[in-house]
């Protein structure tokens, strides 16, 4: 038996009167964090069910946040009512347009990507009285994934993605990747089940990876009115396809996400009526530019995509009627996204100049159809402009016939050739398997592919900017500069060594050779001293050079 004197019993006493203030406080502590739960547990739910209550946040770039406003009545055609909202950034005063559009039962959307981080807030103008004069903002904070880019654009002559901002910007090598032998490119050829459709994406940008590229083809014709056609005679529809454009978005978010891009042709030619020209109004009439409008509403605030007007427009078109498409699509939209039409130039801002078929735009260095014969012809049509983009919009399908210089060597070789050109853009790829015309699959040495993507893209040495400095190169080497002369790339083929002149080097700089006929590997060469100088490799092949910081 334990017996406690009164000196134990008060000390036993005290003990658990701390206890139970030390329980109580605990207690209110956890009492409080419950309220602050469920206060902001409430606050959502009635934010959820609140109709009037349009704040929202996003990421920068991915890939855009969007708002649904069901109308009870209105008259007219729904895809015509006009209705835009204006997003102001708080902090810059930096301004987006855009319009809303129709997504059927009675219900309009719009969207808004995020330019820069920030608050933005808003405001709707419309002709229905329920869409009009709607406020609200939108929280863009910064993308936690650092592989998301922004919209495609371009810096002088060169294309550039935007990096944090429209005005940070990164250099960029625009290769478009076709493979019907494996994945379609005819939007009517892919599934309309989205998550079948999504894989089927990703799969197919594997493939365009595996081939040196990221940035899909896609070609949809009529089905901008009628999924399923591809003619303007096979249908009567007036108004936007909505299952057409739930399934364009999907492939373009879902290569976005993943880092590629996607080049939509709109059109065709018009030998297989795959053109505008049946549409009431034809070619930018009413029916077509209620289309214009859609695409910029529905599709404008999405990057990760370009369009080309289509193929064979010499049949159907001219040049001032693509710059009346151009300029209407993009006064529509309030992002850019870069636009070309094939063989044309067009005249207005945020355009490609882009070269046709092998027999067109001839030039002295041009001797036969072949396409581009040589690095000095890319050399010559990136001059023709130095202050927009350029992209060979042929598609330079291996072994296509009566082009001896589309073999695997080819191939590689016209990408190096655009690269080393200060980013010609490209089209490569494969027409059907079942094809007599056209033959080959895979690429024989897709290998040469990967080393090509791997040296610029996934080490970043196409660095916004650079220009051509041959001169420094006695052998004849081809050479790529940046401005602050820390950054080279040489190449040169059928050689063994590169002779190259570093006099004007502050300092030495590390250097790599990669074999562009190989798997990638790099061999270290050491630090480059200034001073002309001698290059020198295992084996004679087409070399790769990379000196600097990139």
């Keep these: 038996m334990v017996v406690l004197n009164e000196k134990s019993n008060s000390c036993c006493l005290l003990k658990m009167i701390a206890m139970l203030q030390v329980a109580n406080r605990c207690f209110h502590r956890l009492l409080l964090i419950l309220l602050v739960i469920f206060k902001i547990m409430a606050c959502q739910c009635a934010s959820a069910d609140d109709p009037n209550d349009m704040s929202r946040e996003g990421r ?12 009870p009545e209105y008259a007219g055609n729904p895809f015509d009512i006009k209705s835009s909202v204006q997003f102001l950034h708080d ?16 219900s309009w959307e719009f969207r808004f990507a995020g ?34 880019r922004g919209f495609l654009t371009y810096q002088g002559n060169q294309y550039a993605r935007m990096n944090t901002n429209t005005s940070d910007l990164e250099g960029y090598l625009f290769t478009v990747f076709m493979d019907r032998n494996k994945h379609e490119s005819y939007l009517d050829k892919m ?64 290569v976005h996400k993943a880092g590629g891009r996607v080049h939509i042709w709109k059109w065709g030619d018009e030998q297989r009526h ?25 599709l404008g605030p999405l990057p990760g995509w370009s369009m080309g007007y289509g193929f064979d427009l010499h049949e159907w078109t001219d040049e001032k009627q693509v710059t009346a498409w151009a300029s209407y699509l993009q006064a529509h939209m309030g992002w850019p996204h870069l636009l070309s039409a094939r063989g044309y130039p067009i005249q207005t801002a945020h355009t490609i100049n882009s070269y046709d078929g092998y ?47 589309l073999d695997m060597d080819g191939i590689r070789r016209l990408l190096w050739w655009t690269a080393m050109a200060g980013g010609m853009g490209s089209f490569i790829g494969f027409y059907p398997a079942d094809s007599s015309a056209f033959g080959g699959h895979p690429y024989p040495a897709e290998v040469q592919l990967r080393t090509y993507h791997t040296f610029w893209r996934e080490h970043k040495r196409f660095v916004l900017g650079m220009a051509l400095a041959n001169s420094l190169s ?47 590997e790099e061999i270290p060469l050491g630090e480059v001293q200034p001073g002309l100088q001698t290059l020198r490799f295992p084996v004679s092949s087409d070399w790769a050079v990379a000196i600097g910081v990139f």
């Design 115 to 148: 330019t820069q981080v920030g608050l933005w807030s808003f405001e709707t103008t419309s002709d229905i009285e329920s869409l009009h004069g709607l406020t609200g903002n939108i929280n863009i904070k910064p993308n936690p994934d650092p592989d998301i």
């Design 359 to 405: 027999d067109r735009r001839r030039t002295p260095l041009r001797t036969s159809n072949a396409g581009p014969e040589s690095y000095y012809e890319i050399d010559a049509h990136m001059k023709n402009d130095l202050a927009k983009p350029h992209i060979y919009e042929e598609r330079h399908t291996f072994n296509r016939t009566g082009h001896d210089n």
């Design 191 to 254: 599934s309309i089940d989205l998550e079948v459709l999504t894989r089927e994406t990703l799969a197919f940008l594997d493939t365009a990876r595996q081939n040196g590229c990221e940035v899909l083809f896609l070609h949809v014709n009529n089905n901008w009115f009628q999924f399923g056609e591809r003619q303007h005679n096979t249908h009567n529809q007036t108004t936007p396809d909505l299952q057409t454009f739930q399934m364009i978005e999907t492939i373009i978010t879902t």
């Design 274 to 298: 795959w053109t505008p020209l049946g549409l009431p109004g034809g070619a930018n009439g009413e029916t077509d530019q209620r289309l214009q409008r859609y695409i910029a509403a529905r």
């Design 474 to 520: 006695p052998g004849g080497a081809w050479i790529l500069k940046d401005a602050e002369d820390i950054s080279y790339v040489l190449y040169q083929e059928d050689t063994a060594t590169i002779e190259v002149d570093l006099t004007h080097l502050a300092s030495p700089l590390p250097a790599v050779a990669v074999n562009t006929k190989m798997a990638y």
């Design 91 to 106: 902090e810059t005063g930096e301004e987006r347009n855009t319009e809303m559009f129709y997504i059927g039962n009675n």
């Design 60 to 71: 920068l770039w991915e890939p855009y946040v969007s708002w649904s406003i069901h109308v």
